[in-house]
């Protein structure tokens, strides 16, 4: 069976096909049709050809071979420093071992790849910064991504992920009317609390053009309200879209490039339409890495930018401290052990460790902020990253995956963990759960809520 | 034979060098693709340059990064066998002896006492290497053939050359035998991971380009990639 009725190398594009993949409850039909999943030996060879250039073609060649990435990577640590996981061998004998067959590989060998990729890497480009000859894995692990999604070869749930971007334009199954409809409830729900907390729609020239993560529309509502009471007491001049409002990215965890440029045209289609100063995303590692920092080149911006400046919600949150646009009650800060993991995604990948510890400056009081060991750029992965969490039949590895940041987390002595990273967030949820340590975890509004002093006149009447 | 090996053969060993690795060089850079390698590089030109120039500088110091110094051991081998490996080469007196009667020009040269030092430096940290390869299961899974190869051309013109230097043996066969190792090497360098003795530069400037126009260098951070 060349092309199965569940897995196959077509990508999904509408709502009905998404729900049909969502029937195989799962994937345990989809896993099965994959065993026999034909390998278009051709179409991978000349993928390969045009799209391998010479970065990745020199990253290939020159690894010296000399193991230095080994410690580098959690899971080579975590999983017994197994040989097998050791970054350099793993990417050699996958994308290395297609290059040198030409293509010419077995189902077999497309489905141990698609392991490798999925649950050996999540693409946290850490073993990149401790290689003498700067090769970045990771980098390459998201290139092999890509031609295994081509190839149908593609965990069920992320094929499902990016599917729901080519039919809803969001991570799920969210329209455009779910979202602003719930963003008005949450802030009707909020008002009595903050008097006059509006959620401006499509507001042209506003500040803030501010994006969400689709989830918390689904699953988390109230984040929704919290970022409009933070806006609002901030006295910003913001708005949301009502078309390009998902700043998430699962195509991107898929391999799915074509879906990857749909979802972020979108976004950048409301930014051409609202023509904000500036964007700012919400507490997420990979819709930043994915709207702001991959985004621009998928969508073929040679300026490597989005059409206005965006930044990540830490970044508006330390520079509304700074400038005491939020002010914090000294006597609410935290008075207990707490601890900060720092997302790949927006630290590692984009510099911004400075401006998670400012927030940490100011919400925490004096002498009980305790950093994870290692941490900024060197910090390890949560675990999940990558769309590790998501994927079901690699849970087994994924929980022992965990077991870095549980004891990296154990080490620092807190039992408040803040996580300004859905994914981190998420992971740091199943680590609790998975091996009860007694931590509670939170992102950054609901903390700041409780602490802010809010001006006179936003608050409620007695 | 020494005629050859120190006329023609002489000539064709650099020349291959040289050429090859100026063609894989330009190849390099005209390969780079702002869209496939997600990297803006003609947009920011001087962040891209500060990024590589940066990335370059730390990695060439010893135990300038995380990743030197988080494996001392490893990077006092490597940084003792790679320094002899250049300077030796490039200073030592007899080779610019050689230098001012073939081209007229010659470089500094080491003291007889240092050159002693790193070629048996330049050995006594290439053996520790190969033997961490075998002995190390995470370093022994990537090793293949080749890499001993590699090893066998980088350290046969140190060898013999000492065999050489010491007259372990007739005096003109070592010497013949170090010279076509040592051109051996300078051909085989286009064409194999020997290459990263030029590559490496290539390299580390794209991913210091990368992280300096992309991942961080515009916001600030002070990181050698």
């Known amino acids: 069976m060349p092309e199965g009725t569940y897995c196959n190398k077509k990508p999904i594009n509408t709502p009905e096909e998404v729900n049909f993949l969502l029937s195989d409850s799962s994937g345990a039909k989809y896993y099965e049709e994959m065993k026999h999943l034909d390998v278009d030996c051709e179409l991978l060879a000349s993928t390969i050809e045009k799209t391998m250039k010479s970065r990745l073609k020199t990253w290939l060649e020159i690894c010296a071979h000399c193991g230095m990435c080994a410690d580098s990577c959690f899971l080579y640590q975590v999983n017994g420093k197994d040989p097998k996981q050791v970054p350099a061998y793993k990417i050699q004998s996958t994308l290395g071992e297609i290059v040198k067959r030409k293509g010419n590989v077995t189902n077999e060998f497309m489905r141990h790849a698609m392991e490798v990729a999925w649950a050996q890497c999540t693409c946290c480009n850490r073993c990149g910064m401790y290689c003498p000859h700067g090769i970045d894995t990771g980098i390459m692990f998201g290139y092999l991504r890509g031609l295994l999604y081509q190839q149908g070869f593609v965990p069920w749930e992320l094929k499902i992920g990016a599917g729901m971007h080519r039919a809803y334009r969001a991570q799920m199954d969210v329209t455009d009317t779910d979202f602003v409809e719930t963003f008005e409830w949450m802030v009707e729900e909020y008002e009595d609390d903050y008097p006059g907390l509006t959620v401006p729609v499509d507001v042209e020239n506003a500040d803030i053009f501010y994006t969400v993560n689709a989830r918390e529309v689904k699953h988390y509502p109230e984040d929704l309200a919290e970022a409009a009471v933070l806006f609002h007491a901030a006295g910003e001049n913001w708005t949301i879209a009502s078309k390009g409002w998902e700043q998430t990215s699962l195509a991107m965890f898929a391999g799915d490039w074509a879906a990857c440029k749909m979802q972020v045209e979108s976004v950048y289609d409301a930014m051409e339409r609202l023509k904000p100063k500036r964007m700012v995303g919400t507490e997420c590692g990979h819709a930043h890495r994915a709207t702001v920092i991959e985004g621009p080149y998928w969508a073929g911006r040679p300026d490597g930018r989005p059409p206005a400046e965006s930044i990540h919600y830490v970044e508006w949150l330390a520079g509304a401290l700074e400038s005491g646009k939020l002010k914090i009650d000294p006597e609410k800060r935290i008075k207990e052990p707490v601890t900060l993991q720092d997302s790949c995604n927006y630290i590692r990948n984009h510099g911004l460790k400075k401006a998670t510890r400012t927030i940490m400056g100011h919400i925490v009081a004096p002498g009980y902020f305790i950093e994870m060991s290692p941490n900024k750029e060197h910090n390890y992965c949560c675990g999940g990253g990558g769309g590790f969490n998501g994927i079901g039949v690699f849970r087994k590895q994924r929980n022992q995956a965990l077991l870095t940041k549980r004891d990296q987390i154990l080490a620092t002595g807190a039992k408040l963990v803040i996580a300004p990273c859905h994914n981190c967030w998420d992971a740091i949820r199943d680590l609790e759960e998975e091996y009860e340590i007694g931590i509670r975890w939170s992102f950054l509004k609901p903390l700041v809520i409780k602490m802010m002093i809010l001006p006179d006149h936003m608050k409620p009447e007695e | ?225």
Request: net charge positive; aromatic share 16%; charged share 10%.
């Open chain 2, 1 to 225: 034979m020494h005629e050859f090996l120190t006329g023609i053969f002489f000539w064709i060993a650099v020349s291959v060098c040289i050429v090859g690795m100026a063609v894989r060089f330009v190849r390099y850079f005209l390969g780079l693709d702002w869209q496939l390698d997600r990297v803006a590089y003609r947009a920011h030109t001087a962040a891209g340059i500060k990024g590589a120039v940066r990335s370059i500088y730390k990695w060439l110091i010893p135990y300038g990064t995380q990743g030197w110094r988080t494996q001392p051991v490893m990077t006092a081998a490597f940084f003792g066998f790679h320094i002899s490996a250049v300077t030796v080469p490039l200073f030592l007196a007899g080779h610019n002896l050689f230098l001012e009667n073939k081209v007229g020009v010659s470089l500094v040269t080491l003291g007889p006492a240092m050159a002693d030092f790193l070629s048996w430096l330049a050995v006594g940290c290439g053996a520790f290497l190969i033997l961490r390869r075998v002995v190390l299961p995470e370093v022994r899974i990537l090793t293949t053939w080749n890499d001993y190869f590699i090893w066998f051309i980088a350290l046969a013109p140190f060898v013999t050359g000492l065999a050489a230097r010491y007259q372990a043996g007739p005096y003109g066969f070592w010497l013949n035998l170090h010279i076509f190792c040592g051109e051996l090497l300078l051909i085989a360098i286009p064409f194999t991971k020997m290459s990263h003795v030029f590559l490496f530069f290539a390299s580390r400037a794209q991913l210091g380009m990368d992280f300096g126009i992309k991942r961080g260098g515009m916001k600030g951070t002070k990181m050698a990639w």
